[in-house]
């Protein structure tokens, strides 16, 4: 992949091709100012089409809710043109605001300003469970 146009940034590539908008909005890169580039179906060769986002600035993006996303991605810190770390993102021990309650009698679904826990309880199963009710989150992420 061609990175040449990034001196200093983050990109984000082997994005599981249509889920680079849902990334970017769960990264909540609307709210940046400097370029955010999104590539979509590039051709890949372990999985035929990609997704790829490059962000030109060294900023600090929640690479946790990544791997519950979409585990498959590589993210790839550039420097002076360069990368210097190259690393796959693994499944969070705690989603925070990330994923909603489904449990009506759920005690957050009663109190507005109560964030949105979820705990990692089975790691081969990516299986989460709400703090509060011990509910099951939604699936993850169909690829
Ligand atoms: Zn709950």
Do not use: W
């Not at 600090?60 to 420097?79: A, F, R, W």
């Amino acid at each position: 992949m061609v990175i040449d146009s990034i001196t200093d940034g983050i990109v984000i590539d082997h994005i599981t091709s249509g889920m680079s908008m849902t990334l970017y909005n769960y990264l909540h890169l609307d709210k940046l100012t400097c370029s955010v580039a999104i590539i979509k179906n590039a051709p890949s060769s372990k999985a035929g089409k990609k997704d790829i986002i490059k962000i030109d600035r060294p900023i600090d993006i929640d690479i946790d809710v990544l791997g519950y996303l979409d585990p498959g991605v590589s993210v790839n810190i550039i420097e002076n043109g360069e990368i210097v770390k190259k690393f796959k993102p693994d499944l969070p021990e705690r989603l925070v605001d990330v994923i909603k309650c489904r449990n009506p009698r759920c005690i957050s679904q009663d109190e507005q300003e109560l964030v949105h826990i979820f705990k990692l309880t089975d790691r081969e199963n990516h299986v989460y469970r709400c703090i509060y009710c011990e509910s099951k989150g939604k699936a993850h992420f169909k690829r």
